[in-house]
């Protein structure tokens, strides 16, 4: 691969940084420049053609390669070894599933979330624990970030211009979490999903901010799980209005206490799915507006009398439930951009030189 095709010429970083910026070329922070050794060392810590193409990325529909990808990964900070995951990432984006036209354009505020599971989290240093959806981690911080450039760079995911998101989120910064599976009374994710504990995977989720469930007394499961089903259920969501997927990251003190009372993973899951929901009548408050809304995206719904129930996900499967976080009695629930609306959680599994963590060695 000839890199220095593509070459532009600037004197130090400050230079580099604001001719990147007056381009259009950051996420509005400032950058690491690409230069040539630095693509090279990026390059080696994947086993894969530079000019392989990995995939076309919406809106734009762009090509992107290796190499591309490499380039944009080290504008983020990332190291060699965090380059297959940011290259699986892409391919789980690019999936006709994830629906990436819709994200990318969407007035929702909803970001890529990338949620890691398996052997790679240990070797590669990704935050699972206290502040693990927050900042201190190179590994979540600069994975996050480089799929969000690539979108920019390649995708054309302008804010303003194609990206109309009405408020979007700071996880449109960078939004990449692992799961903890050393506190999980469980099998991790993936193993509930069907990989093996020994694959490792990227997980990609269109989904809102955080929210935080703050449950500091009982030892009940039925108390923590019905708060959290409670915290997903909110007035407006799209998850209410178009069903869909949602993810619920049990912190490890709370997942202590539903695992220690005997519950299983399923038990879990399925006690959220059937409360996490309102009755009709909650999403039309006499609005025929409302009423239209939902009988176009659940169109099952039309005619129901009014105390049917809604929940904000088709089925038990479509919640999604990780043990992440530290200790304290803090979880975490986070709504999607909806499945009616054409998106699913897309999962990649990472080579097997990934998974036994021989990158650079």
């Not at 935080?212 to 923590?224: F, G, T």
């Not at 309102?278 to 999403?283: E, G, Q, S």
């Amino acid at each position: 691969m000839d890199i220095r095709a593509a070459t532009i010429e600037a004197r130090d970083f400050v230079e580099a940084n604001e001719l990147f910026q007056a381009r259009g070329w950051t996420d509005g922070l400032p950058i690491v420049p690409p230069g040539e050794e630095l693509v090279e060392k990026m390059l080696s810590g994947i086993q894969r053609d530079p000019n392989e193409i990995v995939a076309a990325i919406a809106p734009r529909n762009s090509e992107a390669t290796v190499a591309d990808i490499a380039i944009n990964a080290v504008m983020a900070g990332c190291l060699p070894e965090y380059l297959p995951i940011v290259v699986a990432a892409v391919e789980a984006v690019a999936d006709p599933a994830f629906n990436l036209l819709a994200i990318q354009t969407t007035t929702h505020c909803c970001a890529p979330l990338i949620v890691i599971n398996g052997p790679v989290r240990e070797c590669l240093g990704l935050n699972s624990g206290t502040n693990c959806f927050g900042q201190g981690s190179r590994a979540n911080a600069t994975i996050g970030r480089a799929l969000r450039l690539i979108l920019i760079n390649i995708g054309g995911g302008i804010p303003g211009l194609t990206d109309k998101a009405t408020g979007g989120h700071p996880g449109k910064f960078t939004y990449c979490v692992a799961e903890n599976e050393e506190a999980s009374p469980w099998e991790p994710m993936h193993v509930a999903m069907g990989f093996s504990a020994q694959q490792s995977t990227v997980t990609i989720f269109a989904a809102e901010g955080p929210n935080n469930v703050s449950e500091h007394q009982s030892n009940d499961p039925e108390v923590i799980l019905t708060w959290c089903a409670d915290a997903l259920s909110k007035l407006g969501s799209n998850n209410l209005f178009a069903g869909g997927q949602v993810f619920v990251a049990l912190s490890a003190e709370h997942a202590r206490v539903v695992g220690n009372a005997g519950w299983s993973r399923t038990q879990a899951r399925d006690y959220i799915f059937k409360r996490a929901g309102r009755p009709l009548r909650d999403l039309f408050f006499h609005s025929a507006i409302a009423r239209q809304t939902v009988d176009s995206y659940r169109p099952y719904l039309a005619g129901k009398p009014d105390d049917t129930w809604v929940s904000v996900a088709e089925r038990p499967e479509d919640i999604f439930l990780i043990v992440a976080g530290g200790e304290g009695r803090h979880s975490v629930v986070i709504c999607g951009w909806g499945g009616h609306m054409g998106n699913q959680v897309v999962t990649r599994v990472l080579p097997d030189y990934v998974n036994v963590c021989h990158i650079g060695t």
